[in-house]
């Protein structure tokens, strides 16, 4: 992460089988890496999502309070704090794959 923190509320070293966080962004703050699925819910404050195909005829998004979106594992992308404090949701997870089932796309709403 860069310019932010957050506040850890389970994890593998819980025994937990994914990371639940809340991370709170300065204004530019970022998100880091994701190792596995990601799944980021806005509590506070806007973000900027890119990532390729993550909108109908583009490449990035802005997610508000209320917002959500899933990100599949493997999915190149970047979340960056448009506001001065914002507070956001996150829950981490190796995918397991479901038999027969199609390979998960990126998922956003509100």
């Known amino acids: 992460m860069y ?6 509320h389970v994890s593998p070293a819980a025994g937990a089988g994914f990371v639940q966080y809340t991370a709170v962004l300065e204004e530019g703050g970022r998100l880091g890496a994701a ?10 404050g806007d973000l900027h999502l890119v990532s390729k195909g993550v909108a109908k005829g583009s490449d990035e998004v802005t997610l508000w309070p209320g917002s959500y ?7 190149q ?6 506001s001065t404090v914002a507070r ?20 956003i709403g509100h």
């Open 88 to 107: 956001v949701e996150v829950i981490e997870k190796s995918y397991v794959a479901g038999t027969d089932l199609p390979v998960p796309q990126i998922v």
């Open 77 to 82: 992308h970047e979340v960056t704090s448009l």
């Open 69 to 75: 979106a899933y990100l599949p594992p493997g999915t």
């Open 3 to 8: 310019r932010a923190s957050s506040a850890v």
């Open 35 to 44: 190792v596995g699925s990601r799944f980021l819910y806005v509590l506070e």
